[in-house]
């Protein structure tokens, strides 16, 4: 079972973190930015192009040419993370083509 420190409260728990929780991970820039979405669109996913779009939104130039690439690095590094909380990004073809944010047990049944 993870064990998460409560932002809130700073007491340990066991077991599943709230996904407001989720919102006080130390994150910057593109990474806050699709981990803020994720969270936003739970528990619907979204489609990778639409991921990178919202990403780079607010971003003067729109955001670099391979946007797609900088975005699946930030995933990748969202998903060594987030276990400790109890949660997880799904494989995205596993999850329907869609990013989204997952319980690692419902992850893990799925997979199973």
């Not at 407001?20 to 806050?32: D, F, H, P, T, Y």
């Not at 990778?48 to 971003?59: H, K, P, T």
Request: aromatic share 8%.
């Amino acid at each position: 079972m993870p064990e998460f420190e409560c932002p809130f409260c700073h007491h340990i728990h066991t077991g599943q973190a709230p996904i407001a929780v989720l919102r006080s991970i130390k994150a910057s820039g593109i990474r806050k930015a699709v981990l803020d979405i994720l969270i936003a669109s739970y528990p619907e996913g979204l489609a990778r192009r639409s991921l990178v779009f919202q990403a780079y939104l607010g971003v003067r130039n729109g955001g670099p040419e391979f946007g797609d690439h900088v975005v699946a690095n930030m995933l990748t590094s969202l998903r060594e993370q987030l276990p400790q909380y109890g949660w997880t990004i799904p494989n995205y073809v596993s999850s329907g083509n869609r990013y989204r944010l997952a319980p690692i047990d419902e992850a893990r049944d799925r997979a199973a």
